[in-house]
C-alpha cells in the first residue's frame, strides 16, 4: 500500500512592479504615482498610494507587526484572504520581505514577489495571500486594515500531498 | 521711530512618551499596547495603536512624504491642523525626526518632541501641529490620512516678531 503521489510547486520569486502586482492590490513606493511639494519645499507628498478599504461597517486601524522570518527555503501550507477590507503591509526599515499571493487558492496560481525595502504592499480586499514573510531575523512592518464586525479571515490549506517551495532569494 | 519688540520663545525637544502625547494623538510603537502572538507564531501583532479618524464622508490614503531637513536651529514661524480628519507619520526608516504640536495656535504652547525612529504619531483631527520636520537629509514616512470633500486645512501664522527656535538635538 503506498501513500498518494506528492508533489511540489516552486516558486521562483519575481521583482516587484505595480504593473505585476497590479490584480493583487497596490504597491506603496516613492518612485511612482502623482508627486508633488508641500510644506514650503521641504516635503515632497507621493499622493495616495492606496486606498484603504474597510467598508461601510469597518474603521482602519494601524497596528505593527512584527515578523520572524520562514525558515529558508520557504515551504508554504495555507493561504489566507480577509472579505471585508483591505490590509497594507509596510517595512518600518529598509529590509527586503517576500509576498506570495494568488488569484485562486490553489498552488499553481501562487506567485512570489521579492520585496525591497522601500517597498510597501497593500493587499486588496478578498486576495488570496500567505501571512507575513520576514526575511530578517526581526522586521517590524506598520500594517493598516480593518477593525470591525463580521468575520473578515478566510484560511485555505492545501493537500497534504502538496509542497509549495519558494526557491531561496 | 522704533519697530515693535521682537522676542523668541524657546523649546526644548522633550522625549515621546505616549502619556506626553496623548493630548495631542497616539504613538505609533511596538513597546505599549495589546499584543499577541499570530501567523503560527510567527508575528508579533501590537494591534490597533492607533484608529485612523476621517469622518463619515471622508477615506484614509497612504501615502509618502519624503522630507528634507529644516536648517538647525529649528525656527518655525506657523502651525496647521486638519478639521477633518487624523493625520499619521510613521518612519520608513529607523531614523529620528522632531515633531512640534500644541493645544492652542501660540507661540508659548508649543511643544517640541523628540521622536525616535522606530517610533510613528498619529496627529488627532483637528490638533495643531507644524509640518513635518525631517532631521536626515532625505527621510521617508508612510502617512494615513483623510482625502475626501470639504477644507481640511487651516494654517496660522505666528506674528513676524515672534520667533520660535527649537534647541538642537
Known amino acids: 500500500m503506498t501513500g498518494a503521489p506528492s508533489s ?5 520569486p519575481e521583482p516587484l512592479t505595480a504593473a505585476a502586482f497590479a490584480p493583487f492590490g497596490q504597491v506603496i513606493e ?11 519645499g521641504r516635503t515632497r507628498r507621493f499622493h495616495a498610494l492606496a ?13 505593527i507587526f512584527r515578523g520572524t522570518p520562514w525558515p529558508q527555503p520557504v515551504r508554504i501550507a495555507m ?21 506570495v499571493v494568488a488569484e485562486r487558492p490553489q498552488p499553481e496560481a501562487c506567485r512570489a514577489f521579492l520585496v525591497r ?5 497593500q493587499i486588496a480586499r478578498g486576495v488570496w ?7 530578517a531575523p526581526v522586521q517590524d512592518f506598520l500594517v493598516v486594515d480593518r477593525r470591525g464586525p463580521g468575520e473578515n479571515l478566510e484560511e485555505h490549506h492545501f493537500p497534504a500531498t502538496v509542497e509549495v517551495l519558494v526557491d531561496p532569494v
Open 8 to 12: 511540489t510547486v516552486r516558486l521562483a
Open 30 to 40: 516613492a518612485a511612482h504615482g502623482q508627486s508633488y511639494l508641500i510644506n514650503g
Open 51 to 63: 486606498a484603504a478599504d474597510c467598508g461601510a461597517d469597518g474603521e482602519p486601524v494601524l497596528s
Open 79 to 99: 493561504l489566507e484572504r480577509h472579505p471585508l477590507g483591505s490590509q497594507a503591509f509596510v517595512p518600518m526599515e529598509r529590509l527586503p520581505w517576500l509576498a
Open 117 to 121: 525595502g522601500d517597498q510597501g504592499l
Open 129 to 135: 495571500h500567505h501571512p507575513l514573510l520576514a526575511l
